[in-house]
């Protein structure tokens, strides 16, 4: 139904940025809620940022609130993930959900399950 292709993650270093790209294909992208999860090594994968179809809805991890900026452009199908002022702790794959969906109104969905489809995760390394 969706295909996703993460891009942009890298080698940087602590305090860097980079910018993750999900480029999607297959049913319609406007409508979709899309979200960014990571998961580090030997830890279950966790919510980063999600943005609402109409991208007026945006909620982030505390974890991340004031360092990244999630943002979608309808007309190029392509959600993005500007992380600025990296930590170590960013260091994780990070990976691109489409077609999320909340059970409690307009809200972004923040769990794993809420989402259907998947991307192969980009992998992101921040060094001390």
């Known amino acids: 139904q969706v295909q996703l292709v993460e891009s942009g993650g890298g080698f940087v270093q602590a305090g860097g940025s980079l910018r993750l790209s999900c480029a999607a294909s297959?049913?319609?992208?406007?409508?979709?809620?899309m979200g960014w999860f990571r998961q580090a090594p030997g830890k279950e994968r966790e919510f980063v940022a999600g943005i609402r179809s109409s991208g007026g809805r945006i909620y982030y991890a505390d974890s991340v609130k004031g360092r990244f900026t999630i943002s979608r452009d309808n007309a190029k199908n392509t959600v993005y993930l500007q992380m600025n002022s990296l930590k170590p702790e960013d260091t994780a794959v990070y990976y691109c959900?489409?077609?999320?969906?909340?059970?409690?109104?307009?809200?972004?969905?923040?769990?794993?399950?809420?989402?259907?489809?998947w991307g192969q995760g980009t992998q992101v390394t921040v060094s001390s």
């Open positions: 959900a489409a077609d999320g969906r909340s059970l409690y109104g307009d809200y972004v969905p923040t769990t794993t399950t809420s989402y259907n489809y």
């Open positions: 297959g049913r319609t992208f406007s409508r979709n809620t």
